[in-house]
C-alpha cells in the first residue's frame, strides 16, 4: 500500500479577469490573484510489478472576477464566479519503468517507479457568483441560457503520468 497527500494550486482561464486586451492567448491572460489552494489524498494498492489501483479525493477551488482586469469592457461588465470542486476518483496505472535499488545502495530498496494511468471519477461542485457582496449560487438561476438546472455532480476522465521514489522501504 502507498497513502499520501497531494497540494497545489489552480488558477481559471476564461472570460472573466483577464489583462487589458480582450483576449490573449493562453496564459498570457491569467490572474494570479485568483490563484487558489487544492489538495488531496489517495490511497494506492500494488497488484503485481506493473499493476496498481489508486483512489483518489481531491479538494480545488476556481474563481474569476472581471473587477480585477485592466480591460475597460471587462471591468464594466463586472461579473465574478467562485466554484469549489470536490473530486473522487479511482484508476489503473500501469508502471512502465522501474529501477529497484536507486544509487545501488544495496542496504535499502529504493524504487524509482514511472507511471501512466487512467479512470473514472465525478466532481461534486457549485458555481457561485458575488452580488452584492453575498455569494449566490448560480444553478437554481439556469444561467448560460440552460432552461433546466445543470447537474451538480460531473463525470471525469482522470489521466495520469508521473514518478515516484519509495526511501528506506516507507517512504
Known amino acids: 500500500w502507498d497513502i499520501g497527500m497531494r497540494n497545489g494550486v489552480a488558477n481559471y482561464l476564461g472570460e472573466m479577469g483577464g489583462k487589458e486586451l480582450t483576449r490573449r492567448d493562453f496564459v498570457a491572460d491569467i490572474k494570479l490573484q485568483e490563484t487558489n489552494y487544492t489538495g488531496g489524498f489517495y490511497a494506492r494498492y500494488k497488484f503485481s510489478q506493473f499493476w496498481s489501483g489508486k483512489a483518489s479525493l481531491n479538494y480545488a477551488r476556481l474563481s474569476g472576477a472581471d473587477s480585477l482586469s485592466t480591460n475597460k469592457a471587462r471591468n464594466a461588465r463586472n461579473l465574478s464566479f467562485r466554484n469549489d470542486l470536490i473530486e473522487l476518483n479511482a484508476q489503473a496505472q500501469f508502471t512502465f519503468y522501474e529501477v529497484s535499488d536507486l544509487g545501488r545502495s544495496y542496504l535499502h530498496r529504493n524504487y524509482f517507479r514511472t507511471y501512466i494511468g487512467l ?50 522501504k516507507r517512504f
Open 119 to 168: 479512470g473514472v471519477g465525478a466532481i461534486l461542485h457549485s458555481p457561485k457568483a458575488n452580488y452584492n457582496g453575498e455569494w449566490v449560487k448560480l444553478r437554481p438561476l439556469t444561467t448560460e441560457g440552460q432552461e433546466k438546472q445543470y447537474s451538480k455532480l460531473v463525470p471525469v476522465i482522470p489521466v495520469s503520468g508521473g514518478m515516484y521514489f519509495t526511501f528506506n
